[in-house]
């Protein structure tokens, strides 16, 4: 089954409303620049859908559509087979280091595991120009959002392998909703020498949010789909985030000033 199938045109309506909705606060998040941004990233593509989004909303930016997972990226050129302007790679090319003024990176992060996700962080911080902006989305796996995910997988666990009982059950959920994401997640390669979870229980965003202020300013924090409520029950999480001009020679890694957290 492909990676469309399961997200854009899954059977579930709800589901399909939801993938659709964490692109468009996704792209909204970017706002109106008085300036297109000259070259865009979409870092861990998928299956190239918010490609679509960005090629006809900044008409004039030149579009990467990035993505390791071999056969992903060929879905990403099928998808995107009549949408003009956009490249394709299945590696980071040395050219792009400093000259990517937008990364997002939406879907991605859940999925990898520590050295992998730093690795992830690095390789954007090296890309994105002095002052470009890190748009990153992932889901809530915690709290209440963990409650009414876990039970839902549960209830599909015989056609859901992320819903398998040795990953998400009745303990992990509840851990989950307490705050405590479990640390029994099982490593798979997406990819030759490239660690993976497929599973979404036992990643903790607030982790990942420390990882990215190491690296960037955080500028603002989103909820999806109904921003107002707020992540105690959104299921998702989106960080916009920049990088500092003065960082921007320093070693990649560099802790970066504290910043005050805008919701």
């Keep these: 089954m492909s990676y469309t199938e399961?997200?854009?045109?899954?059977?579930?309506p709800l589901k399909r409303w939801l993938q659709r909705q964490r692109l468009l606060l996704a792209v909204e998040l970017l706002g109106s620049p008085a300036v297109f941004p000259g070259l865009i990233c979409d870092f861990g593509a998928g299956s190239g859908e918010l490609c679509k989004l960005l090629r006809d909303r900044y008409c004039d930016s030149g579009i990467i559509c990035y993505e390791p997972a071999q056969n992903l990226l060929e879905e990403a050129r099928q998808n995107l087979a009549r949408t003009p302007g956009v490249s394709f790679a299945e590696t980071i090319s040395p050219a792009w280091n400093d000259a990517v003024d937008v990364v997002f990176c939406l879907e991605v992060l859940e999925h990898l595991p520590p050295a992998e996700t730093e690795n992830a962080i690095c390789a954007i911080f090296q890309i994105l120009k002095p002052g470009g902006k890190l748009i990153v989305g992932v889901p809530v796996e915690?709290?209440?959002?963990?409650?009414?995910?876990?039970?839902?997988?549960?209830a599909q666990r015989f056609v859901r392998s992320d819903a398998d009982l040795k990953n998400v059950n009745l303990k992990n959920t509840m851990l989950s909703?307490?705050?405590?994401?479990?640390?029994?997640?099982?490593?798979?390669?997406?990819?030759?020498?490239?660690?993976?979870?497929?599973e979404h229980t036992g990643f903790d965003y607030r982790v990942l949010k420390g990882s990215i202020e190491q690296f960037f300013y955080l500028v603002k924090v989103a909820r999806c789909p109904f921003p107002f409520l707020g992540s105690w029950f959104m299921p998702e999480i989106y960080f916009v985030a920049e990088k500092a001009e003065r960082l921007a020679d320093d070693e990649?890694?560099?802790?970066?000033?504290?910043?005050t957290e805008t919701s």
């Design 252 to 259: 990649c890694g560099a802790a970066s000033p504290s910043v």
């Design 142 to 154: 915690v709290g209440i959002p963990a409650l009414y995910k876990g039970f839902y997988r549960m």
């Design 6 to 12: 399961i997200t854009f045109q899954d059977k579930n």
């Design 177 to 198: 909703f307490l705050g405590f994401a479990p640390r029994n997640r099982t490593v798979h390669e997406i990819v030759p020498g490239l660690n993976f979870y497929f």
